[in-house]
Structure formats: structure tokens, C-alpha cells
Nanobody, 124 residues
């Protein structure tokens, strides 16, 4: 099973940018469908962005399209989430997750590996 560790969260202001990293170990990110989720206080964990095992298919939640970019560096075995034009409603704990390589899914139940999460707070 792949182990995941997120980093890069922090406190920023509305309109700022932030890049989150998800370092994997144990298995390759290219062997999985990799995704970012987020969970705001008192709310469910929701899908943000995903990238398939080939890196050829990328999906985004409507709320982040045009602002967030998911990418992958196979040499570093790391997945990134570049977040631009941040809004206060982007405030949440962000989680990296891995699903089986054949998946293309937004459902939390389909992901077998999760990181511990990194807090992103966007202040107005």
C-alpha cells in the first residue's frame, strides 16, 4: 500500500497562491489514480482534483476549475496541487489520496490510501 504525506499548507490571503505537495512512498504514484480532497469544518470531505495513472486524464471539481492545477512528478513520486486566486471558501484541510490505477472516481470510499492532511486557511 502506498503511504502519503502532504505538505505546503498555511495561512494566506484572498487572491494568493499556494502549492501543496503529496510525497508518496512504498508504491509509485503512477500506479494509482491520485486525487486531492478537502474538508471544511463541519462539512463532508469532497473531491477537488484527480489525475489518472497515465497522467492523461485530469478531473476538477467545478468550484476549482480554472484556479487549481493538479500535476505529478514521477521522478520524485510526488503529486502537486497548485492553487491560485484563493478564496475564503477554499479554507479546509486538504488530503491526498490514492485509488486503484483503473479508477476514475470522486468517491472517498474508492480511495484506499490517505495522507494525514494539511491545513489551508484563506483570510480576507
Amino acid at each position: 500500500q502506498v503511504q502519503l504525506v502532504e505538505s505546503g499548507g498555511g495561512l494566506v490571503q484572498v487572491g494568493d497562491s499556494l502549492r501543496l505537495s503529496c510525497a508518496a512512498s512504498g508504491r509509485s504514484v503512477s500506479d494509482h489514480y491520485m486525487a486531492w480532497f478537502r474538508q471544511a469544518p463541519g462539512k463532508e470531505r469532497v473531491f477537488v482534483a484527480g489525475i489518472n495513472w497515465r497522467g492523461s486524464t485530469i478531473d476538477y471539481a467545478d468550484s476549482v476549475k480554472g484556479r487549481f492545477t493538479i500535476s505529478r512528478d514521477d521522478a520524485k513520486n510526488t503529486v502537486y496541487l497548485q492553487m491560485n486566486s484563493l478564496k475564503s471558501e477554499d479554507t479546509a484541510v486538504y488530503y491526498c489520496a490514492a485509488a486503484a490505477w483503473y479508477r476514475r472516481t470522486t468517491k472517498t470510499a474508492d480511495f484506499g490510501s490517505w495522507g494525514q492532511g494539511t491545513q489551508v486557511t484563506v483570510s480576507s
